[in-house]
């Protein structure tokens, strides 16, 4: 069945009676030609196991099972766990598992070690689904995922372009190096969405940048000075890591960053040199 055509995929969503669920973030992809652009960018093998997170009807789920040696999709919604099992029939190398990716181990539902990350993620947990699976240490060598355009900038954003940047750009790069393959319009998707939304190809970096100090309290840096990110670092930093002025001034100055910069400013290297500075410790 090739749910891609837009009639074929109304037709089976009729005879199932299930519409899309906007407040499970549903949107269902019916545009090929981002379709072959997702797969393109997953550069996949037939010796690839994929995870998919939110097949839908399973638009994406075929595209991907038609190149890789298995694929396992976790779906939440019980509704499209029964369609799935009409339009996935003739691929045996899907496993849908029904489950919340929000609270179940990702890394860990398949047979086999996971070797690339491929989905359509619902707009209203991107950032808790990128957390979950790019800070784990097992993470694959290629994750790619179609999400809103804003956030795909977000993620992609340098110091160089400081408005959109923000804890999700650093975060996302501390663990790899993102690349905005195409844009998408509204159009591509049943029910269209009311913003256009961008492909991610991300590749992970083995070690994360940031790397050998330890994660969470690196992180934490991060987020904490951006929730002040009005304000000059110096009074950021006298906020979140308790230094007072004088002592706030003194680790800057041994980043080599001027205590008047923002946030927003700082490159990823800029980054870990003041999280040394700080005296973050190693892992």
């Given at each position: 069945?090739?749910?891609?055509?837009?009639?074929?995929l109304?037709?089976?969503l009729?005879r199932?009676?299930?519409?899309?669920?906007?407040?499970?973030?549903?949107?269902?992809?019916?545009?090929?030609?981002?379709?072959a652009?997702?797969?393109d960018a997953?550069?996949?093998s037939a010796?690839d196991d994929?995870?998919?997170?939110?097949?839908?009807?399973?638009?994406?789920?075929?595209?991907?099972a038609?190149?890789?040696?298995?694929?396992?999709a976790?779906?939440v919604?019980?509704?499209?766990?029964?369609?799935?099992g009409?339009?996935?029939?003739?691929?045996?190398n899907?496993?849908?598992?029904?489950?919340?990716?929000?609270k179940?181990?990702?890394?860990?539902?398949?047979?086999?070690?996971?070797t690339?990350?491929v989905?359509?993620?619902?707009?209203?947990?991107?950032?808790?689904?990128?957390?979950?699976?790019?800070?784990?240490e097992?993470?694959p060598?290629?994750?790619?995922v179609?999400?809103q355009?804003?956030?795909?900038?977000?993620?992609?954003?340098?110091?160089?372009?400081?408005r959109?940047?923000?804890?999700l750009?650093?975060?996302?790069?501390?663990?790899?190096?993102?690349?905005?393959?195409?844009?998408?319009?509204?159009?591509?998707?049943?029910?269209?969405p009311?913003?256009?939304?961008a492909?991610v190809?991300?590749?992970?970096?083995?070690?994360?940048a940031?790397?050998?100090?330890?994660?969470?309290p690196f992180?934490?840096?991060?987020?904490?000075?951006?929730?002040?990110?009005?304000?000059?670092?110096?009074?950021?930093?006298?906020?979140?890591a308790?230094?007072?002025?004088e002592?706030?001034?003194?680790v800057?100055?041994?980043?080599?960053?001027a205590?008047?910069?923002?946030?927003?400013?700082?490159?990823?290297e800029?980054?870990?040199?003041l999280?040394?500075?700080?005296?973050?410790?190693e892992?």
């Amino acid at each position: 069945m090739d749910v891609a055509d837009p009639r074929a995929l109304r037709d089976v969503l009729r005879r199932h009676g299930v519409r899309a669920a906007t407040s499970l973030g549903q949107r269902f992809l019916v545009d090929r030609g981002v379709l072959a652009a997702i797969v393109d960018a997953a550069e996949l093998s037939a010796d690839d196991d994929v995870l998919e997170i939110g097949p839908g009807p399973g638009v994406l789920t075929a595209a991907l099972a038609a190149r890789v040696r298995s694929v396992t999709a976790v779906e939440v919604d019980p509704r499209m766990v029964g369609l799935l099992g009409e339009t996935l029939a003739d691929h045996k190398n899907v496993r849908i598992v029904q489950a919340d990716a929000l609270k179940v181990d990702l890394l860990a539902l398949a047979p086999r070690p996971i070797t690339r990350i491929v989905a359509n993620l619902p707009y209203q947990i991107t950032t808790p689904l990128l957390e979950r699976f790019l800070a784990d240490e097992r993470r694959p060598a290629l994750v790619v995922v179609l999400v809103q355009q804003e956030v795909a900038r977000r993620m992609a954003a340098t110091a160089r372009s400081a408005r959109e940047r923000g804890y999700l750009s650093v975060f996302t790069q501390s663990f790899a190096e993102p690349r905005i393959v195409r844009r998408v319009p509204a159009r591509a998707f049943r029910p269209p969405p009311r913003v256009e939304s961008a492909v991610v190809a991300l590749r992970t970096r083995a070690r994360p940048a940031f790397a050998p100090l330890a994660q969470e309290p690196f992180l934490r840096l991060v987020s904490d000075a951006f929730r002040h990110r009005r304000k000059q670092l110096r009074s950021a930093l006298g906020h979140e890591a308790g230094l007072d002025r004088e002592r706030a001034s003194a680790v800057l100055a041994a980043a080599g960053i001027a205590p008047d910069r923002r946030p927003e400013t700082l490159s990823l290297e800029e980054w870990v040199a003041l999280a040394h500075a700080v005296g973050i410790p190693e892992q």
